[in-house]
């Protein structure tokens, strides 16, 4: 309601009527015009005070406003001819649509010779003036100011702003008009409202300045309307852009750029708006350069509605949808411009006539105007983004279509980084996937259970983990990451995952496996740098070998955080590993250390990627992966994921993460058989004998054939050219039995083709074949050559 100020309010004659046309207020000045009481008529219907033909009933006109004389019946039983203003209430939830109906009692009335309201001059300029009274009751107006109000002065005159309006803003308005009345001050107003029965908001900036008599004493208000809608709509339009530019492209995904440019557009620029996406030709594949030709698929990749839950929307997020070349999306698509339908033009019906339902969405919501806008980027089209208006009654201008189009291709290039981004991250994932251990090698020194999970923005780095099986059932456990993201960290990784497997099969000693492994990183990065200028490839890495004989784990590590030990019903504890520098300086030493872990012990190797966030310290991370160990677990894995549960953000991990666990075997005494074998050949028979004899008590001995003649060679070929002493070694689990040959010689032995004549130079070839593998590592006593046997094929 309008705010009510010590003014004459019989100055002008008020009645509100509901829309079923009953009298619901009357006021003092509809009792002076009438001389009914507001207890007489309030309640009653007003077509009771209607004269002559028009007393049959009232039926309130269509629009916002009417204007009109009408003749109504007075109390005494005369008729007068009445001039009146009727403005349409909006319904405020509680009941129906009211009208306020007014006319001016006292606008024609004789004013003083020296009304300082009388002498104001009104200037015939485009600028719209209205003078105002000490009762904030308009005197006079301009041929300007008649033309905004739609509204002759003569009509008008001495009605208040709310009573010629009808507005909810013109109650503000005249609390203006009350402050410089009665602080004697001018006052500037910017307010933004509709004018007329078409609805199209405009923007006035209105000027308020006191009258003042000759005593200096303020005696109304002159107000000068200054129409500043076109630079209004221009900042309007600015500020969306720049709005646009921070609210679009804040991730690299695509669906989520795809609703931030929906989100945008409503209910700035329309009601509701769809965003449609051309998929790929393939799964990871780029989109074609050439003209798009109807019919063509889309998939919905958001939409956004000034209603609740999207009840415009036809199709949900992620479904496919053909659209041929009658629809707004495909001629938009196919023209490559912005094409606008309205129903004004009637061609918004034509537009969507191929789809029943979506013509019915249309008659639904009352959607009449449509605009669809294509994302063209890069030379590439991407989609199309159609807006349509129903709540908001004008159309669509030319300068809506421009300031969609710079929206849109601003959003189009953000499309298009995310789905470049996306491709590339899912170029990279696969060539990680391939690259990683599909799963982990089963062995008889450790369990082990392991996870990946690529980085949740930054893109896929370069971690990796793997368990490679290494002789005398030994087994090699091995983490590491590459510095950077992308394909090209991926393929490093890769290269770096080679040379580990390749430099474990030679059984090289952690220290000098990370030394070989540091060399290559400094050759990788010369590589990438090209002549002169040193590249910038650099990686990590944690290496341990575990032997479940002696049980017994050496372990070194380049850069790489210490893992954690967790005893069998123990604390968890992290590894005192000296920490040596990361791959890539090279020249500097690394240091291995020796660790005794009973059975049952759990090693825990990891990426930085796990421990570090913005959130928390490396301490606190520490902390908090030693307190997730420490639960018992049924299994590894169960393990794995309460690490990562406690560990990681909701949204995911900055940098890539990569976990291994590995639980220690041990291997039985019972199931190792050891040697010392004298420097005599004639002495290799009863070895022979005796290893038989082990095998049928292990219950092998359909694997004594082989094992006899591949100790025969080995321990005759050790006596014939390697040192003293000389030691012969048997160990078995269930699937492999592994000859081991020891000397103090370093001359590693190597498989040649014998000749025809040749007397010897067979054995190890012999030994080849026999054999599921063989080989030679190098210890600190000298060498050892070793054999696998399958039994699994011996059954």
């Known amino acids: 309601m309008s705010p009510v100020y010590p003014f004459d309010e019989a100055a002008t004659a008020r009645a509100v009527i509901d829309d079923t046309g009953m009298l619901v207020e009357w006021n003092e000045g509809a009792h002076r015009l009438l001389g009914h009481s507001a207890d007489d008529v309030v309640g009653r219907p007003a077509a009771y005070l209607l004269a002559g033909e028009g007393a049959d009933g009232v039926r309130m006109p269509p629009g916002s406003r009417w204007d009109g004389t009408l003749t109504l019946r007075h109390r005494d039983g005369s008729a007068v001819t009445v001039w009146l203003l009727a403005h349409r209430r909006e319904p405020d939830g509680e009941g129906p649509g009211r009208w306020l109906v007014v006319t001016p009692l006292e606008g024609d009335g004789p004013r003083p010779s020296d009304d300082p309201l009388e002498r104001a001059e009104l200037v015939q300029s485009p600028c719209a003036v209205a003078i105002y009274d000490e009762r904030l009751r308009l005197r006079r107006m301009n041929g300007a100011m008649a033309e905004v109000l739609g509204l002759p002065e003569e009509r008008v005159r001495g009605l208040r702003v709310p009573e010629m309006s009808g507005r909810a803003q013109s109650a503000d308005i005249e609390q203006h008009l009350h402050r410089v009345l009665t602080t004697g001050r001018g006052h500037d107003v910017r307010t933004y409202l509709p004018i007329g029965d078409h609805g199209r908001m405009y923007a006035w900036l209105a000027r308020m300045a006191p009258i003042t008599d000759a005593k200096g004493q303020v005696r109304g208000v002159c107000v000068a309307a200054h129409d500043f809608t076109d630079q209004y709509l221009a900042r309007e339009r600015l500020q969306l852009v720049n709005e646009a530019s921070v609210r679009i492209g804040t991730t690299l995904d695509v669906t989520r750029t795809a609703q931030e440019l929906a989100d945008v557009f409503v209910p700035a620029l329309a009601d509701f708006v769809s965003i449609d996406l051309v998929d790929p030709p393939e799964a990871g594949g780029e989109l074609l350069t050439a003209r798009l030709t109807a019919p063509i698929s889309l998939r919905r990749a958001a939409h956004r509605s000034v209603n609740p839950g999207n009840p415009e929307a036809v199709a949900k997020p992620g479904q496919v949808d053909v659209y041929p070349a009658s629809s707004p999306q495909a001629d938009s698509l196919v023209a490559g411009h912005t094409i606008v339908a309205s129903a004004e033009t009637g061609d918004i019906a034509d537009w969507l006539s191929w789809d029943p339902e979506r013509s019915e969405r249309i008659r639904q919501y009352g959607i009449h105007a449509t605009m669809s806008v294509p994302i063209l980027a890069r030379g590439l089209s991407l989609g199309v983004a159609v807006l349509t208006r129903f709540r908001r009654p004008d159309g669509f201008t030319p300068d809506d279509v421009l300031l969609a189009e710079e929206v849109t291709a601003r959003a189009a290039v953000c499309i298009d980084n995310a789905r470049r981004y996306s491709r590339e991250r899912e170029t990279a994932l696969a060539l990680q996937r391939s690259l990683l251990p ?89 590589e990438a740098g090209g002549e002169g200028s040193p590249g910038e490839v650099g990686a990590t890495c944690l290496y341990a070998v575990y032997d479940p004989v002696s049980r017994r784990c050496t372990l070194a590590r380049a850069g790489h955080p210490a893992p954690v030990l967790v005893p069998p019903g123990g604390t968890p504890l992290e590894v005192d590993l000296p920490a040596g520098p990361p791959l890539g300086l090279g020249g500097l030493p690394f240091e291995s250390a020796e660790l005794e872990l009973p059975e049952g012990t759990v090693l825990a190797l990891y990426t930085d990627g796990l421990i570090e966030t913005r959130e928390r310290d490396i301490d606190a991370g520490h902390r908090l992966l030693r307190h997730a160990l420490e639960v018992p677990s049924a299994s590894l894995e169960e393990s794995c994921d309460r690490v990562l549960n406690g560990l ?118 012999l030994v080849a074949q026999l054999t599921q593998r063989w080989g030679s590592r190098h210890t600190a006593e000298g060498k050892t050559i070793w054999a696998e046997i399958s039994l699994l094929d011996e059954e």
């Open 438 to 526: 599909r799963t982990l090698a089963r062995t008889a020194a450790v369990e082990a259970a392991s996870r990946y999970l690529p980085a949740a923005r930054a893109g896929v780095g370069g971690d990796w983990f793997d368990v490679i099986p290494l002789s005398g059932m030994r087994v090699a456990m091995v983490v590491g990451e590459v510095v950077g993201h992308g394909i090209q960290a991926s393929a490093t990784m890769g290269r770096l995952r080679t040379a580990v497997r390749t430099l474990a099969d030679i059984d090289l000693a952690p220290d000098e496996l990370l030394t070989h492994l540091d060399d290559l990183v400094v050759r990788l990065s010369a």
């Open 648 to 765: 990681l953000p909701p949204g995911g991990a900055l940098d890539d993460v990569a976990l291994l666990l590995a639980r220690t075997l041990g291997l039985p005494a019972s199931q190792v058989a050891t040697w010392d074998i004298p420097a005599d050949p004639a002495l290799v028979s009863p070895i022979r004998k005796q290893v038989v004899a082990q095998l049928a008590t292990w219950g092998l001995s359909d694997a004594a054939f082989t094992a006899e003649l591949v100790v025969s060679e080995l321990v005759t070929n050790a006596i014939r050219y390697g040192s003293h002493p000389i030691r012969l070694r048997l160990i078995h689990d269930a699937t492999t039995l592994i000859c081991e040959v020891s000397d103090t010689s370093h001359t590693a032995p190597h498989l040649r083709r014998a000749k025809t004549w040749d007397e010897g130079g067979r054995g190890l070839l």
